[in-house]
């Protein structure tokens, strides 16, 4: 009879293969299917990976192979599955504690980029940041010019999303050159959309959609579908940033076209609601509430909560366009409730300001300054450059609300 250690590797192993699997089906674009398996055996690849997360520290080899194995098998459907304080950090832990037990520098430099995408989703971007900074000297250390392009990469997201952006866009056009050096056209094509996303941001519109343009080029030359649709996609936000939302519209629905050819339903998702601002854009409240409804319902049937939140947060924009504030708030209020199952404090934080906002229109001052404070908070912790200015005006509010008080 096989001893307990033994019986637990094996079964380990067989549910990595299954956890593979599932994970390859996703990433080819098969996101159903991969999803759906991966829930079917959950319960045992869950049941695996806590016994050999508690034993990340082990000097065990078969062990903390598997861990790797099991991160790598979790890389893309952990995102979107696993609750990101209580189950995927702990187990991104684990991955960055077995790749150095190992002395695996390659698999050290992984786990660290996946450590540092998951704390800058949740807006730790300080964190992140330097991780990314440590997953760069790694890679230089050794050689490895493809991992230091995708982290160059991911370092300039995280710039771009925490308003440095200068510095996100010279790591963007590091990684560009990285990606020329060794001739990755699918990369070149994704850094042109990293560039192009960064200029439309900070209001450079012929140069974003000069940037999308080539990304899509590029993506078109080499049959990348999924690179194609997200240029379209973007270049559908280019054109709403610019208010030449008929534009948006025409890409939005070319790029919705492409992706759900190749199945990327969480892409198409994302699509809906540049589609849907174009709309807004175009005062037809009707058809861009339609697409965030889609959206939502895309989110729920592949159990993308973070998908979900973001359309009812859509939702809750349209409704106030519309004047329905009291649908609006409801929107508000379910995203925040899923924001906070799943521990999402950015999405927390912005869904808060803008219900924060509906109070305050609504003359309901105590509710707004509780939904406000939300958002202060998190903007303090995260060092947000408007941090300060939003608590003063948040101090405006509870003068306001004392004087009402006083009144009274």
């Given at each position: ?78 995102e ?6 209580e ?24 786990a ?51 308003g ?37 941001v ?12 080539r ?61 849907g ?7 037809d ?10 959206q ?35 929107a ?8 906070r ?68």
């Amino acid at each position: 009879m096989p001893s307990l250690r033994t019986s637990h590797l094996r079964h380990a192993c067989y549910y990595a293969r299954r956890c593979a699997h599932a994970e390859q089906q996703y990433r080819d674009g098969q996101q159903e299917h991969g999803l759906a398996l991966f829930d079917q055996e959950r319960a045992q690849i869950d049941l695996a990976w806590c016994r050999l997360v508690s034993q990340a520290h082990t000097s065990d080899p078969e062990i903390l192979i598997l861990i790797l194995a099991y991160a790598d098998a979790t890389a893309s459907i952990g995102e979107i599955r696993y609750r990101l304080h209580e189950e995927r950090i702990p187990r991104l832990e684990a991955q960055l504690a077995a790749a150095r037990q190992l002395n695996h520098q390659r698999a050290e430099g992984q786990a660290l980029g996946n450590l540092a995408l998951t704390l800058a989703y949740l807006g730790d971007y300080e964190r992140a940041i330097a991780l990314y900074h440590q997953r760069i000297a790694l890679a230089r250390a050794i050689g490895d010019r493809r991992g230091e392009g995708v982290a160059l990469a991911n370092l300039g997201s995280a710039y771009k999303d925490q308003g440095a952006y200068r510095e996100a866009l010279l790591c963007h056009q590091q990684a560009l050159e990285i990606a020329q050096e060794l001739e990755d056209e699918r990369a070149e094509g994704a850094q042109y959309g990293n560039l192009g996303n960064i200029f439309q941001v900070i209001g450079y519109y012929r140069e974003a959609i000069d940037f999308l343009e080539r990304h899509l080029a590029i993506a078109r030359r080499i049959g990348d579908r999924r690179g194609e649709g997200n240029a379209l996609s973007n270049l559908a936000l280019a054109y709403n940033s610019c208010r030449d939302y008929q534009q948006g519209v025409i890409y939005a629905t070319e790029a919705l076209e492409v992706l759900r050819r190749i199945g990327d339903r969480r892409a198409e998702g994302n699509t809906l609601t540049n589609l849907g601002a174009a709309y807004l854009g175009l005062g037809d409240y009707t058809q861009a509430i339609a697409c965030f409804e889609q959206q939502r319902k895309i989110a729920q049937e592949i159990g993308d909560l973070r998908g979900a939140s973001a359309a009812l947060g859509n939702l809750g924009v349209a409704y106030k366009r519309l004047g329905n504030i009291a649908a609006a708030i409801d929107a508000y209020e379910q995203a925040l409730a899923i924001d906070r199952q799943i521990g999402e404090r950015a999405a927390e934080a912005i869904d808060s300001w803008n219900l924060g906002l509906l109070h305050e229109q609504q003359g309901d001052l105590q509710r707004a300054i509780a939904c406000i404070q939300v958002y202060v908070e998190f903007a303090q912790s995260v060092n947000h450059p408007d941090a300060e200015c939003n608590a003063r005006w948040l101090e405006g509010l509870r003068r306001r609300s004392g004087g009402l008080e006083a009144q009274e």
